[in-house]
């Protein structure tokens, strides 16, 4: 930060605007600035991205307008808020509007209507939605509109989107089933496989996870899909059902969300010995692994693929953004789980 003698030349970031971004106090931003002690390392950092995202922007011409358009379970939900919260903090260039919808009480004609009305005048937009014909159809009416579509997390390819980011769905299903399978006994098991809407992200994974069974594990048996609605009550319910009329299974892979609900139905039929898959690594899920009710979570970077898909708008408008490459699938224990 400049002197007070220099303060009439400056036309960087005010103290206020700083902590505002950064979501701090101005007293800590002052003593960040000028380097006094009292600081946390990650308050520190934080300033410190706030300040280089600000400085960057005055010197490239202004911010984007940009709209994520989500719906799923209240859990990842919010990991996604979480997500646009840390990118709009550092990344430069770019700011993103978030609009959430709830999986369970979702109309997709209304937030089709939604994104077109809101996403045309956006300099850019990212999807993360089940396949919808009118879900698809207004991710094109975007693209026509020229309004590039970044679909994040899970694809929607008929929707002639520009691009999407994040892991490769279909490996992350493999991993479960090979954890799955290399963790129970060698010798004939059930699977239940829980599922929930039409996300092309968990019919991927149900096709890697099927293969891997197939392959490496055939006395392993997926016994039937149960469809939950990512709601932890409504899955709890289900489950308990579907135990009392067949039992409990050798182990439990949770393409969807609600990971809670699962975890209720489990301790309520006592269900120790099942081995429990799902994906997600929220507190939730980290709170059920660290208690030894989940045995694995697979999951990835949430706040570093919104941040590649803002950078791929931003290059997009260069010309010089490319096919990224997929992201890392994450697998998390007990012991790895800290967010």
Excluded at 277 to 291: C, D, I, K, Q, Y
Aim: charged residues 20%; hydrophobic residues 40%.
């Amino acid at each position: 930060m400049p002197n007070e003698s220099d303060l009439s030349r400056w036309t960087g970031p005010t103290i206020a605007e700083i902590a505002a971004l950064a979501g701090v106090g101005t007293a800590s931003v002052d003593r960040v600035m000028n380097n006094r002690p009292g600081v946390k390392e990650k308050t520190r950092a934080r300033v410190m991205a706030a300040y280089d995202k600000l400085m960057l922007e005055r010197g490239v011409g202004g911010t984007l307008d940009l709209r994520l358009f989500c719906e799923s379970g209240e859990g990842f939900n919010s990991a996604m808020l979480q997500a646009a919260t840390h990118v709009n903090r550092t990344v430069a260039g770019a700011l993103i509007n978030t609009y959430f919808e709830t999986t369970s009480v979702l109309d997709p004609m209304r937030f089709a209507r939604r994104i077109i009305e809101d996403g045309a005048d956006a300099h850019g937009v990212i999807l993360i939605a089940r396949e919808h014909p009118a879900i698809n159809g207004a991710a094109r009416k975007l693209m026509s509109q020229g309004v590039p579509v970044v679909c994040l997390t899970t694809d929607l390819p008929s929707s002639r989107r520009a691009t999407y980011v994040g892991n490769d769905q279909y490996a992350a299903g493999s991993v479960a089933g090979h954890l799955i399978g290399q963790v129970l006994p060698k010798t004939s098991g059930r699977i239940l496989l829980v599922m929930s809407e039409t996300f092309r992200s968990q019919q991927e994974r149900e096709m890697g996870f099927r293969r891997v069974l197939r392959t490496s594990f055939p006395l392993l048996k997926v016994e039937e899909r149960l469809i939950s609605d990512d709601q932890p009550e409504t899955t709890r319910s289900r489950l308990v059902a579907h135990f009392k009329v067949h039992g409990l299974p050798d182990a439990i892979y949770n393409t969807a969300g609600a990971n809670r609900g699962v975890a209720m139905a489990l301790a309520e039929c006592d269900a120790g010995e099942t081995i429990f898959v799902g994906h997600e690594l929220t507190p939730h899920s980290r709170t059920l692994l660290e208690s030894g009710v989940m045995d694995f979570v697979i999951s990835h970077d949430f706040a570093g693929e919104m941040a590649q898909a803002v950078r791929w708008i931003l290059q997009a408008r260069t010309g010089a953004a490319s096919d990224p490459q997929p992201s890392q699938v994450m697998i998390h224990t007990r012991y790895n789980c800290s967010l």
